[in-house]
């Protein structure tokens, strides 16, 4: 099996719906914010407060460029990672891309006040954020699902076309 890459928006279900989904195929689950919080020793929040968000795509980037080595995983991105044409290239080898297009309403519930995400601080900015990047998300995937459902159905619909 190929790897499933999820990609989408801050609180599009990515990790929750890859997490379901692995289970679905039997196959390990890794996320990509975690693996750069694993190999830093420090969570996200602090590496864009430390040393800036250019610095986190670098870090991003390097773990993009060992997705292609993992055999046959579910991986969620983090919200920004397929939006950069160097990401996409470096994961597609071996990779399907799932989008996960759930609406801003639908994403802002599931975000409520939680203040962790560090391009998640102000609504209206991340709202344009959303609309630009939509269309990059779009062309990076080989496949587009509707993210306002539960995480169960849509992981299910996801495991219908590999399975
Ligand atoms: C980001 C999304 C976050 C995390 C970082 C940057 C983004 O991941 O990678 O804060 O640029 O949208 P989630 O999508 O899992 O929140």
Known sequence: MDNIVLCGFMGSGKTVVGKELAKILGVKFVDTDELIEKEQGVAIKAIFAIHGEDYFRDLEYEVCKKIPEMKGVVVST??????????????????????????????????????????????????????????????????????????????????????
């Open 78 to 163: 983090g919200g920004g990672a397929m939006t950069f044409e160097r990401n996409v290239e470096a994961v597609k080898q071996g990779s399907k891309i799932v989008f996960l297009d759930a609406s801003f309403d639908v994403i802002c519930e599931r975000i409520g006040d939680n203040t962790t995400r560090p391009l998640f601080q102000d609504r209206e900015k991340a709202k344009k954020l959303y609309d630009e990047r939509k269309e990059k998300y779009l062309s990076a995937a080989d496949f587009v699902i509707n993210g306002d459902m539960g995480a169960r159905k849509t992981a299910m619909q996801i495991a219908d076309i590999f399975r």
